[in-house]
């Protein structure tokens, strides 16, 4: 048994044609896209399988959005993602990327307006009801991790986020971001124990090995962290951020001449990278070398109007 979704979520339409009420762009479905598709594909099923149901029996789209954990934190970073890939080729250069663009950053502030203090509580209440049902759901769980990050409360995340860890003990990123994690606390052997798990699972890994680089620094093992960071370039030569922790941490070393050169690599890698900019806008006017500095604070203005 077929579905003509294309058919059926044109009917469903305003317009009479799929948009931007059920689609990001032109493949990847909305959340409501997603509900609609579902729902169809349910219908089919009580219809062939003989199942009591139907049009009345079902879920809607606020209650399914609930049961998901699916919240104005979640509504909020999938906006951020996907403003961030419609502004990439070939997406940009379609006819109305403005009008879209501006609407998803409408979409955003709104978004951000209902991220009171409030809705967080709210959103806490959710996910901890959600994962008494449902201990093992580890999606879930990593949205919650998202939740109390963005309230600040790294190590209830952190707590949360060692529960993935176990679950998908197979699975590089459970470590990479529990890593990241332990980082933002400060605790850099148990960060490093963590990036190195991520590594040793997936060895092609430029943000598990950066992010090992920070970590080592702290504890001293300047070797070892200018070799995560070389690796991290190694795999993505274009990795202006590894670049740039690589420098940072041979100007805490007083190697400044070489942390520059670090810097200037971060800004070949991506001529559009702010921090590279401000740090040798910075060294250069601590030096009073006004003329060096002011190309890369023109460059700050250019790419941060604001």
């Known amino acids: ?7 059926e979520l044109n009917d469903k339409s305003q317009t009479g044609l799929a948009g931007s009420e059920f689609l990001c762009e032109h493949v990847h479905f909305t959340f409501e ?25 079902w879920a809607n789209e606020e209650t399914c959005a609930n049961h ?5 934190l979640q509504k909020l970073r999938f906006a951020q993602e996907l403003r961030s890939r419609l502004r990439s080729p070939p997406f940009d250069q379609q006819l109305g990327h403005k009008q879209r663009d501006a609407a998803i950053d409408a979409e955003i502030e709104q978004l951000k307006r209902e991220l009171t203090p409030e809705a967080a509580r709210n959103a806490k209440t959710l996910y901890e009801q959600l994962l008494n049902q449902r201990p093992n759901d580890w999606i879930l769980r990593k949205q919650y991790c998202l939740l109390l990050e963005s309230l600040g409360d ?12 176990a679950h998908l003990s197979h699975h590089p990123d459970a470590f990479f971001i529990l ?13 490093v124990e963590a990036l190195q798990t991520a590594v040793a699972l997936r060895p092609r890994y430029p943000r ?6 920070i970590s080592l620094s702290h504890l001293g093992n300047f070797q ?3 070799d995560s960071f070389a690796q991290a370039i190694a795999l993505q030569p274009t990795y202006a951020e590894a670049y740039l922790n690589w420098g940072d941490v041979l100007l805490n070393q007083k190697e400044t001449a070489a942390a520059i050169q670090k810097y200037e690599a971060a800004i070949e890698a991506n001529p559009d990278f702010l921090r590279a900019h401000l740090k040798l806008g910075k060294h250069f006017v601590d030096q009073q070398q006004f003329v060096a500095a002011e190309p890369h604070y023109a460059a700050v203005v250019r790419i941060k109007p604001d």
Request: aromatic letters at 12%; hydrophobic letters at 40%.
């Open 208 to 213: 598990a090995f950066n992010s090992l680089g």
């Open 1 to 7: 048994r077929f579905i003509d979704a294309s058919r």
């Open 224 to 226: 070892e962290s200018y």
């Open 68 to 72: 998901l954990g699916f919240t104005a």
């Open 154 to 165: 790294i190590p209830s995340a952190i707590e949360q986020w060692q529960q993935v860890a």
């Open 179 to 191: 890593g990241t994690l332990y980082n933002r606390q400060k605790d850099w052997q148990q960060a």
């Open 33 to 57: 896209g997603n509900y609609q598709l579902a729902k169809l594909i349910a219908e089919k099923l009580v219809d062939v399988l003989q199942l009591p149901g139907g049009q009345d029996a």
